[in-house]
């Protein structure tokens, strides 16, 4: 089984579209789909459930993906020990979507690979990743929204899905009426969230109340279930907090794409290449 053709139905399960993963990997969408097909011919299987919204893993279909998985970290282990590659790593990662959680776990994995693993990690805003990559302090990192900056590469890495939290949640609780008049709670006033609170608000012509600067999710997520304001996270985080009821976010604020981001021009490592396979693995399982 050829490595490309391994990587194309990895990419295209992890962000459940074919579209999508021809862009991650420069292929044209007709050679992706034809790399797929010739995965299911040689397997006899139907690996993935077609619909006008994307792809989605049959039960077969999530087998493979495991053993591709192993595969591909596997090869980046032996090309980084064959090439002799300096054992470092220098990541970024936001705070508002887990990161530290993803990051860590990944590292965990990484670290009984190389004993000597030198690790840089940063932890921040959109905009602060973004400066820290362009600063030379960190060479590849993981956001949610970007700054569009001419200077850096986005390859989008998934989606994420947008939720309200906040005390007193119910099954028919109306958005409108539950937000209006609450205090807004985030992580800090460089978040994207609140750039997307701020539009919501204003589109629904809804007044709000003031900002609260957290700094860190388990207290934004304790602070909102007690009544101290609403806050929007993704529904990945809500349910990692256990934070109860939830209200979906209006359709056009409801999907936010991540991205994997570098300088222009920077040729990943194996070891990074291996983080990422292991970051877009635990955020594919979560």
Same mark, same amino acid.
């Given at each position: 089984?050829?490595? $490309?053709?391994?990587? +194309?139905? @990895? %990419?295209?399960?992890?962000?459940?579209? &074919?579209?999508?993963?021809?862009?991650? =990997?420069?292929?044209?969408q007709s050679n992706?789909?034809?790399? !797929?097909?010739?995965?299911? +011919?040689?397997?006899?299987?139907?690996?993935?459930?077609?619909?006008?919204?994307? *792809?989605?893993?049959?039960?077969?279909?999530?087998? =493979?993906?495991?053993?591709?998985?192993?595969?591909?970290?596997?090869?980046?282990?032996?090309?980084?020990?064959?090439?002799?590659?300096?054992?470092?790593?220098? @990541?970024?990662?936001?705070?508002?979507?887990?990161?530290?959680?993803?990051?860590?776990?990944?590292? !965990?994995?990484?670290?009984?690979?190389?004993?000597? /693993?030198?690790?840089?990690?940063?932890?921040?805003?959109?905009?602060?990743?973004?400066?820290?990559? /362009?600063?030379?302090?960190?060479?590849?990192?993981?956001?949610?929204?970007?700054?569009?900056?001419?200077? &850096?590469?986005?390859?989008?890495?998934?989606?994420?899905?947008?939720? &309200? !939290?906040? $005390?007193? !949640?119910?099954e028919k609780t109306? /958005? $409108?009426?539950?937000?209006?008049?609450?205090?807004?709670?985030?992580?800090?006033?460089?978040? =994207?969230? /609140?750039?997307?609170?701020?539009?919501?608000? +204003?589109?629904?012509?809804?007044?709000?109340?003031?900002?609260?600067?957290?700094?860190?999710?388990?207290?934004? *997520?304790?602070?909102?279930? &007690?009544?101290?304001?609403?806050?929007?996270?993704?529904?990945?985080?809500?349910?990692?907090?256990?934070?109860?009821?939830?209200?979906? +976010?209006?359709? %056009?604020?409801?999907?936010?794409?991540?991205?994997?981001?570098?300088?222009?021009?920077?040729?990943?490592?194996?070891?990074?290449?291996?983080?990422?396979?292991?970051?877009?693995?635990?955020?594919?399982?979560?």
């Open positions: 089984m050829d490595i $490309e053709n391994m990587k +194309a139905f @990895v %990419s295209a399960a992890e962000l459940q579209s &074919i579209s999508a993963a021809a862009v991650k =990997l420069n292929h044209l992706m789909t034809a790399k !797929i097909k010739k995965i299911e +011919a040689h397997y006899g299987q139907e690996l993935f459930i077609r619909s006008s919204k994307g *792809v989605r893993l049959t039960k077969e279909g999530k087998i =493979l993906y495991r053993q591709f998985k192993k595969m591909l970290l596997l090869w980046e282990e032996t090309e980084n020990k064959m090439k002799m590659y300096d054992e470092q790593l220098r @990541v970024g990662t936001m705070l508002s979507v887990g990161g530290t959680k993803l990051a860590g776990s990944s590292l !965990i994995r990484l670290y009984q690979l190389y004993p000597n /693993l030198s690790v840089t990690l940063k932890t921040g805003s959109t905009e602060y990743i973004e400066e820290q990559l /362009l600063l030379g302090n960190i060479d590849i990192a993981y956001t949610i929204g970007s700054m569009n900056n001419k200077n &850096i590469h986005y390859e989008q890495s998934g989606v994420e899905e947008m939720v &309200i !939290i906040g $005390e007193g !949640i119910e109306r /958005l $409108e009426e539950y937000i209006k008049g609450k205090n807004v709670l985030i992580l800090s006033d460089k978040c =994207l969230y /609140l750039s997307i609170l701020n539009n919501m608000f +204003a589109d629904m012509n809804i007044t709000r109340g003031e900002t609260i600067e957290v700094g860190d999710m388990q207290t934004l *997520v304790q602070l909102a279930s &007690i009544g101290m304001g609403i806050s929007l996270v993704s529904k990945r985080v809500a349910k990692r907090f256990k934070t109860g009821p939830f209200l979906e +976010a209006p359709p %056009s604020y409801r999907y936010v794409n991540t991205y994997m981001i570098t300088r222009m021009n920077h040729q990943l490592t194996p070891i990074e290449k291996q983080f990422t396979e292991l970051s877009q693995s635990l955020m594919y399982n979560e």
